[in-house]
């Protein structure tokens, strides 16, 4: 602050005890919340100072004060028991010593009334400087004073400056600045600067045909259409779709620009070919999850790019394949299926780690605490209701963990090993795997429907109505807490079920498709669960678990966002046409 001025203050510096006592009936230095400790673990003694003024200091000697607070009216005072005398400072009304009349005893509460004479100051100054208050837009400006920054705070910036002639710069992107010169002059007043700035930039909306991707000097912004801030200057703007020749557009930005929308060009195909063949043909083509005919297959003005070919004929291991078509070229893919499918099992591969998927032929059973659960069964596994399900296929066992890692280059597992199952997944976690194992087998894999998994666990239409999935004997079927040794144990290790399903009690836990939920009376078909809720659904018990957990109708439940090494998945696929 720059100030030329004369300073005189006179103060009377008068302050004494009035009275001081212990007040019987007050228990504020015993009550819970208002008790302090001395560094001895002793309850100190209140004293409580009746006041008008604060900032005061306090010294009772080596003993220490414990705590000072400031209340209306009051000063709180916390010393240890035992002290004699007190020493009360304060900057503009002396000091006093002060010896009690009393033994000040702990836990106990005392009165004392201070008083102090007036304070009176005569201040004498001559004002030689003021503020310059800049109001701005946009509210993100620059403001600069004889080229000094000044901070700005929500569109103002604030300083205080001698009287004269300054020259500020105020600048923001994508605007012009603006500069000037402010007199600092009024010694009662502050001096107020306001600039709005004038923009340099056009909001432009882009549209492109067919849900195309607009580009902007090599930069996406959206599909179909966008709003795109530009400022002044000269932009290429692109309509891109895979297996196409970008359109573009040039555009020029200036203080001539209207804000109008531009729509750009439709891209132009490029095309190749694609020639497949398979040995036995007759099979099934599926491009990128769509069936578009059977071998030999010859297809012309293929558009550029990668397709993930899937050749399917029942009795035979689905064959997958990555192709590329490039311009003007025939991409050719001969094809030898290999014998891999038996009793309706489905086989698949994935760089050469190979599971199995089994059938399990629609029907309608009864879900939830049967009669052979007995006691055991819980709140949330009634009321028992009837559900009909249409056929599927379910993994003949856990997913495991080379079977993770060749669809997702790693393994999250706490227990190593490629046979065990993967754990240590979240249901999230599931999602993104089965997202990509579909894109390399051209399948619609996804996680069981609670219903799906325990129809899959009873036996389906082969239930012997088990309490556990296989058999009454649990050690028999099952890795579970008695008998897992607190580790994982490679998958089909015990006894299949009436399906020849390995796991469906113990090992891992089991992630389902559903949101956790209460069980509705009525009949159901192909039930999905609920719409929405917190929780995932989990079955099937896991190898530290007990022999309740892993009864075929028990229920768990977990965010989808949770990990556990207990936590793992079974496929599920819904019936395809062959």
């Known amino acids: ?97 002060y010896a009690f009349p009393v033994n000040i005893q702990k836990a106990r509460t005392y009165e004392m009334k201070l008083t102090a004479g007036e304070i009176q100051t005569i201040v004498k100054q001559a004002v030689t400087s003021q503020y310059v208050l800049f109001r701005v837009i946009p509210a993100n400006a620059v403001v600069e004073l004889e080229g000094e920054i000044v901070e700005v705070y929500d569109g103002t910036a604030t300083k205080r400056l001698p009287f004269g002639s300054y020259s500020y710069r105020v600048h923001a992107p994508r605007h012009t600045p603006q500069s000037g010169t402010v007199q600092v002059k009024d010694p009662k007043n502050k001096h107020v600067v306001n600039i709005e700035l004038e923009s ?59 804000n109008v929308p531009l729509v750009l060009k439709e891209p132009i195909p490029v095309y ?27 297809l012309s003005n293929c558009l550029i790019g990668e397709y993930n070919i899937k050749i399917t004929k029942w009795g035979y291991s689905d064959y997958t394949q990555t192709v590329t078509i490039s311009e003007g070229k025939t991409e050719n893919a001969m094809i030898n299926l290999e014998k891999g499918f038996s009793n309706g099992v489905r086989i698949f591969k994935v760089k050469d780690v190979a599971f199995e998927m089994i059938p399990v032929e629609g029907g309608t059973f009864q879900m939830g605490a049967t009669s052979e659960q007995g006691n055991a069964a819980s709140s949330d596994e009634v009321p028992v209701h009837s559900v009909t399900l249409s056929e599927y296929y379910i993994g003949k066992t856990e997913v495991t963990q080379a079977m993770w890692k060749a669809v997702m280059g790693k393994n999250p597992s706490h227990f190593k090993g490629d046979s065990l199952p993967v754990e240590s997944v979240s249901w999230e976690d599931c999602q993104v795997f089965i997202e990509k194992l579909n894109k390399v087998t051209g ?136």
């Open 200 to 258: 340099q930039f056009v909001n432009v909306k882009f549209y492109a045909p067919n849900n195309g991707e607009i580009w902007i000097d090599n930069k996406k912004y959206g599909k179909d259409s966008c709003l795109v801030e530009l400022g002044y200057g000269t932009y290429m703007a692109e309509c891109r779709l895979p297996g196409h020749s970008p359109s573009q557009l040039e555009v020029v930005i200036d203080e001539n620009a209207v």
């Open 443 to 578: 399948a619609n894999f996804r996680l069981p429907t609670e219903a799906e998994w325990e129809y899959a666990a009873r036996g389906g239409k082969n239930s012997k109505g088990y309490i556990y999935s296989g058999n009454d004997t649990l050690p028999s079927v099952a890795w579970f807490y008695s008998n897992s040794k607190s580790k994982m144990h490679p998958v089909a290790s015990k006894q299949p079920n009436e399906l020849g399903i390995y796991d469906m009690s113990g090992n891992v836990w089991e992630l389902c498709n559903d949101w956790y939920g209460n069980y509705a009376n009525d009949a159901q078909t192909n039930p999905m669960g609920p719409t929405f809720g917190d929780y995932r659904v989990l079955r099937g018990g896991g190898g530290g678990d007990d022999t309740k957990s892993c009864r075929v109708s028990f229920r768990g439940n977990s965010k989808p966002e949770i990990r556990s090494n207990s936590f793992g998945l079974r496929l599920c696929l819904p019936v395809l046409q062959h």
């Open 272 to 298: 190749g070919s694609l020639d497949i063949n398979s040995h036995p043909a007759d099979a099934d083509v599926w491009i990128d999850g769509k069936q578009v005919g059977t071998t030999p297959l010859f």
């Open 1 to 97: 602050m720059f100030l030329c001025s004369a300073l005189m203050a006179v103060a009377q510096n008068k302050m004494s005890v009035e009275s001081f006592k212990m007040n019987e009936t007050d228990l504020t230095a015993n009550q819970q919340g208002t008790i302090v400790f001395d560094q001895n673990g002793e309850k100190c003694a209140l004293i409580r100072i009746e006041t008008t003024h604060s900032d005061f200091t306090f010294d009772v000697g080596s003993l220490g004060i414990s705590k000072v607070e400031y209340k209306t009216g009051e000063v709180w005072v916390y010393v240890p028991h035992g002290v004699r005398k007190i020493k009360i400072r304060h900057k503009h009304l002396g000091s006093l010593e």
